[in-house]
């Protein structure tokens, strides 16, 4: 119902920035928080940054001062400046939209919450 593309992950070394973008597509109302969560091999998807509709945020203590999410609710769009990377920094990035979506299968709107396919950031050392 909900499709997330993210974008902008790479190789960077340490100290270096990346920007990574997320659109959202769909049959979609409104949507009310995105976020960027991140994973790597052996640990539980964690919170990195989150932002509500009206542009309240909440950070990671581990990326505080670091890194800036924000949106565009007219593209449906989330952003998150990742500044001063640090190899610990190195995961898989997924984007994650709450969303409020209207289908043909239900007579009122349904809430919905979507990830995007995740984007691979690197940070060396």
């Known amino acids: 119902q909900v499709q997330l593309v993210e974008s902008g992950g790479g190789l960077v070394q340490a100290g270096g920035s990346l920007r990574l973008s997320c659109a959202a597509s769909?049959?979609?109302?409104?949507?009310?928080?995105m976020g960027w969560f991140r994973e790597t091999p052996g640990k539980q998807r964690e919170l990195g940054a989150a932002?509500?509709?009206?542009?309240?945020?909440n950070y990671a203590d581990s990326v505080k001062g670091r890194f800036t999410i924000s949106r565009d609710n007219a593209k449906n769009t989330v952003y998150l400046q990742m500044n001063s990377l640090k190899p610990e920094d190195t995961a898989v990035y997924y984007c994650?939209?709450?969303?409020?979506?209207?289908?043909?299968?239900?007579?009122?709107?349904?809430?919905?919450?979507?990830w995007g396919q995740g984007t691979q950031v690197t940070v060396s050392s």
């Open positions: 994650n939209a709450d969303t409020v979506i209207a289908t043909i299968s239900a007579p009122i709107p349904l809430p919905s919450r979507s």
């Open positions: 769909g049959s979609i109302i409104v949507i009310n928080a």
């Open positions: 932002i509500g509709r009206t542009g309240s945020t």
